[in-house]
């Protein structure tokens, strides 16, 4: 096991051939001349072939433990709350995974930090996108979650606009709250999947 810790940012990084679980268990004992509890540990992990990368960070080192997701149903409809330094596109795609959400439309405000969006080039068949930072206000996001050869698929838009009152917007790629995102993600009943059409180069509804 090969451990290394930034004691400035109070993150270690393990790497192993060993499972995550038993890596996990020795890594907490490694940790121990940290005086460091269990219930402080937010936990990710990534598999590379027959390797496991796994960051550890400690929220009790930390000025102040980072937020979470968090959301509710009512009946066909979740409210989401997503929160500072969170991406808006891979934490619905983590609710929809979760909730084994097939289709469903999305509407949103909040405030962001960095958003890329873009324009579909019909000529060139590619998306083309900018990236804005700061203070940004979301003036309103939509789009929807169905499938795609039976995978999760999100087709978000955004708008957002600055302290001056300039609005941009686009196909959204990345969404960064920095402040707070306050979602509703609307379930329907069904499915309906996608294709790719060469002609138009989009990956199309598919009834």
Not at 22 to 33: G, V
Not at 41 to 46: D, H, V
Not at 174 to 198: H, M
Request: net charge neutral.
């Amino acid at each position: 096991m090969d451990v290394f810790l930034d004691k400035k940012t109070s993150i270690f990084l393990i790497k192993s051939m060993k499972t995550p679980r038993k890596e996990i268990a020795r890594a907490l004992r490694y940790m121990q001349d940290y005086k460091i509890k269990k219930e402080s540990m937010i936990m990710e992990y990534k598999k590379f072939n027959n390797q496991y990368v796994i960051r550890i960070v400690w929220a009790k080192m930390l000025e102040k433990a980072p937020s979470i997701m968090e959301y509710k149903k009512f009946n066909n409809q979740y409210v989401i709350r997503i929160d500072k330094g969170e991406e808006i596109c891979a934490k619905l795609k983590e609710v929809a995974q979760k909730e084994n959400i097939k289709l469903a439309y999305l509407t949103g405000i909040g405030a962001a930090g960095k958003v890329t969006a873009g324009v579909f080039d019909t000529k060139e068949k590619v998306f083309k996108g900018h990236t804005w930072e700061g203070d940004l206000e979301i003036v309103s996001i939509g789009g929807n979650i169905n499938t795609m050869n039976g995978e999760t698929y999100t087709h978000f838009h955004i708008s957002v606009a600055d302290e001056a009152g300039n609005v941009y917007g686009g196909h959204l790629t990345e969404a960064v709250i920095s402040g707070t995102g306050e979602l509703v993600l609307t379930e329907i009943e069904g499915t309906v999947d996608r294709k790719f059409d060469e002609e138009i180069g989009l990956n199309l509804f598919e009834f």
